[in-house]
């Protein structure tokens, strides 16, 4: 028989995050290895989209979303980073922020091209490079501070690059970049003529004294930048796809096009809910959000700490990654799974966020919990000791 799967399909095979969640399903544990916020959909959000089916609004929209959601994706994106984005030209609306970034490498990369991401990395930004058939080049940061140089970045430079990809605040580190390092990465991405695609979606989650940038509002930098970001994390509706990429109007409209290809758009009357919650909740519930997940940082870290497993306290987004040398196993996937066996408690193995070794000594959390199941899985993971 000669029929066969595309070379492609390799990039997309089920995720380590994934597989996990299905051995925490096998022994009915707590699951922490998916990003799946279980927290409380904000009331204007759920009003929004159950008034929008009522009304009607369930059929196509535009490719780029409802005219109401771009204006408020403008309006929140002015207000929280001071760059002014056409909700008519410069805005699309996609299937979560995954969706945005999978059109935006459609439409601005060719097959071959290099892009140059941090690692650890979110395994998607790999798969939906490698699906536009684009070539990952990896810059391994160095903890605890997740640093890089200048030189790092230079020293990856072929005539083939192309991109680099900016996840700040970071999945699986919770590292914040710093304006310093933003503006070392502005300049090289300036010298080198780099588009620079940023993973913005955990904007909001931001601890301690560290405040979030984002990358456009550099000089320079807005017409060169895409910005992704999403409501998934911060309304907490991972389920309802609705994300974005705010750029240039040169590059949005060919991303708007492949938008239209995959997906069509995306759901109309959540579009509806979410334009809802970005006009009528304030900085109040912001703030709030940053509040409310610190306290669950904080005290995940300190449950970790007591179980032996020392984590790399993180500055943002609602993950952490722990040091479980100590755990028995020789690689990460046998301690995360004597983790689950032990504890019920999932983790995300370290390799999943590596393309070598660096990883077997990791595994990640995801700490973005209802308190009595976070609180749950604390007492449990002491019974590592």
């Not at 595309?6 to 095979?13: E, F, I, M, N, P």
């Not at 597989?19 to 759920?46: F, K, W």
């Not at 929008?52 to 929140?76: D, V």
């Not at 030209?89 to 601005?108: D, K, P, R």
Request: hydrophobic share 40%; net charge negative; aromatic share 10%.
């Amino acid at each position: 028989m000669s029929l066969m799967l595309s070379d492609r399909h390799a990039c997309v095979l089920q995720s380590e995050i994934r597989n996990m969640s299905i051995e925490c399903n096998r022994v009915h544990g707590i699951n922490l290895a998916q990003g799946v916020c279980d927290t409380p959909v904000p009331e204007p959000v759920l009003q929004g989209a159950a008034c929008a089916m009522e009304q009607g609004i369930n059929t196509y929209t535009h490719y780029a979303g409802l005219p109401q959601l771009r204006q408020a994706i403008a309006a929140k994106q002015q207000r929280y980073s001071g760059i002014a984005f056409d909700p008519e030209s410069e805005i699309i609306v996609s299937a979560g922020a995954t969706g945005a970034l999978y059109c935006a490498f459609q439409a601005l990369l060719n097959p071959g091209d290099e892009v140059i991401l941090f690692e650890p990395f979110y395994g998607y930004h790999i798969s939906t490079l490698q699906a536009a058939e684009a070539v990952p080049i990896y810059l391994p940061l160095m903890p605890p501070e997740w640093s890089f140089t200048l030189h790092d970045l230079e020293h990856l430079v072929t005539p083939r690059t192309r991109g680099i990809i900016v996840n700040t605040p970071a999945n699986p580190s919770g590292k914040v970049f710093t304006p310093a390092e933003l503006e070392i990465i502005a300049s090289f991405a300036e010298q080198y003529d780099l588009f620079v695609f940023t993973d913005e979606i955990y904007e909001h989650f931001i601890y301690g004294n560290r405040t979030h940038t984002s990358f456009a509002a550099l000089p320079g930098m807005r017409e060169r930048t895409i910005t992704i970001s999403g409501s998934s994390k911060t309304f907490s509706v991972t389920g309802w796809r609705i994300g974005y990429a705010l750029c240039d109007a040169r590059w949005a409209r060919a991303i708007g096009y492949f938008n239209d290809l995959v997906y069509v758009c995306a759901p109309a009357p959540l579009q509806a809910g979410v334009a809802k919650g970005m006009r009528e909740l304030d900085d109040t519930y912001y703030r709030g959000l940053a509040v409310e997940y610190e306290a669950k940082r904080n005290r995940f870290c300190d449950a970790l700490t007591r179980a032996g497993l020392t984590p790399h306290i993180p500055d943002g987004a609602y993950y952490v990654l722990a040091d479980v040398s100590a755990i028995p196993g020789s690689t990460a996937k046998e301690r995360a799974m004597h983790i689950l066996r032990t504890t019920g408690v999932a983790s995300v193995p370290g390799g999943a966020f590596y393309h070598n070794k660096r990883g077997e000594s990791l595994v990640r959390f995801c700490y973005a919990k209802e308190d009595a199941v976070l609180n749950e899985a604390c007492d449990r993971l002491q019974n590592l000791r």
